[in-house]
């Protein structure tokens, strides 16, 4: 059974920084690229970053240079750390499998300007 459990969010200053994590199944977890999805009001959902099994990381672009994606193989856990925030990733944030399966309830973050 695909499990996958986000926590971490919150309401924050611009400027300010969050981390995400996300408790993920080993069914999931252990065989797959990672990746943290988000989801902005009125907007389709969009990718964030990814991690691959052996820590190869990617960003969107919007983002680059400001989060940093990681992953803790024992503990099933995938992190996003998020440095610099704007009011513009106010979203709810999802973590996945990329591609994903069935989605958490994802973790509201709010950015205050």
């Known amino acids: 059974q695909v499990q996958l459990v986000e926590s971490g969010g919150g309401l924050v200053q611009a400027g300010g920084s969050l981390r995400l994590s996300c408790a993920a199944s080993?069914?999931?977890?252990?065989?797959?690229?990672m990746a943290w999805y988000r989801q902005a009001p009125g907007k389709q959902r969009e990718l964030v970053a990814t991690?691959?099994?052996?820590?190869?990381?990617s960003f969107a672009d919007s983002v680059k240079g400001r989060f940093t994606i990681s992953r803790d193989n024992a503990k099933n856990t995938v992190y996003l750390q998020m440095n610099s925030l704007k009011p513009e990733d106010t979203a709810v944030y999802y973590c996945?499998?990329?591609?994903?399966?069935?989605w958490g309830q994802g973790t509201q973050v709010t950015v205050s300007s």
């Open positions: 996945n499998a990329y591609p994903p399966y069935t």
């Open positions: 991690i691959t099994t052996s820590g190869f990381t």
């Open positions: 080993g069914s999931i977890f252990n065989l797959n690229t």
